[in-house]
């Protein structure tokens, strides 16, 4: 490989300083080199806006409309796409002339979703957001049984709703069980549902619905609003929000919780609850692999 070439000369030990040129204090280089550190290499950020748009455009582009989606000259977005051509991170169509995503942009994408561990990021992201709105927040995933709580942090004001890790969450009372019954496929939620439909009936004390009909109206409203609510359904006074978390195939990876007493929880949809935590389940959403964008 030849040289790289370089557009400054690199001093050496055998360099000699300009007359009076005072040395360059430990502190000042520190300074010199946080500020790189900050700045970063701004034509590695130009050249990404073409990947980024790539990556949303579910077809093969043309270099013309690249360049304009990305914001720049259709001669400075070749010049990065000879660049991305060599590294196997763009493919161009020999006879359209189109580009698109190539190979190794694609093993980046498998290398980092073999790596990613959805609970572990949503405990992180969970941890934050308890801490800037005071909530009592959780995590839950489908288990043998059913939606299972696996993660559980209190705010200092906790609500006193007796849940613990390792409990299955009804379907048909609980905002963790409509998510996962209305984006889950029916194989897998039938039979729980027809049970919690029997004792439904059964018992006048249940609240929920008490039909095929009455559950499917309110999955519709779940898959609709993109989350569940419920408010004092399972546990009197406490109210509750649900957001999916898909994976790269677009299946429910987990439900992210938020509750609290009435009064004190905004159970209003796109009040200040509802949007801050599905903020949060979009964003892990987009690190699984997940792309809203038909592909």
């Known amino acids: 490989m030849p040289p790289i070439a370089r557009t400054g000369a690199i001093r050496t030990d055998s360099d000699s300083a300009e007359p009076h040129e005072a040395p360059e204090s430990d502190e000042e280089s520190v300074e010199t080199g946080e500020e790189k550190l900050r700045s970063g290499i701004q034509s590695i950020e130009v050249g990404f806006r073409l990947l980024d748009v790539l990556t949303h455009e579910p077809r093969a582009m043309m270099l013309r409309d690249l360049a304009q989606r990305a914001g720049m000259s259709p001669a400075k977005a070749h010049r990065y796409l000879v660049s991305f051509l060599r590294l196997g991170v763009v493919a161009q169509d020999p006879l359209s002339g189109r580009y698109e995503l190539g190979g190794f942009a694609l093993q980046l994408g498998l290398a980092r979703l073999a790596r990613v561990d959805g609970v572990k990021l949503a405990r992180i992201a969970l941890a934050e957001l308890r801490d800037r709105l005071d909530l009592t927040v959780g995590i839950a995933v489908w288990g043998n ?53 029997a004792d439904s009936r059964r018992s006048s004390h249940l609240g929920g619905p ?86």
Do not use: N
């Open 210 to 295: 008490r039909s095929p009909d009455e559950v499917e109206r309110l999955l519709a409203d779940v898959r609709q609003h993109e989350a569940a609510r419920v408010e004092g359904m399972l546990l009197p006074t406490i109210h509750a929000f649900c957001m999916p978390v898909f994976d790269s195939t677009g299946d429910l990876a987990l439900g992210l919780i938020a509750l609290g007493h009435e009064g004190a929880f905004d159970i209003r949809w796109g009040g200040e609850i509802d949007t801050a935590l599905r903020e949060c389940a979009q964003k892990l959403s987009y690190e699984l692999g997940y792309s809203a964008t038909p592909r």
């Open 145 to 197: 049984q059913g939606p299972t709580m696996v993660h559980w942090m209190e705010s200092s004001h906790p609500a006193k709703a007796s849940l613990k890790l390792g409990d299955v969450m009804p379907l048909l009372s609980s905002a963790t069980g409509l998510l996962f019954a209305a984006y889950l496929p029916p194989s897998k939620t039938a039979a729980m549902l027809e049970r919690e439909l």
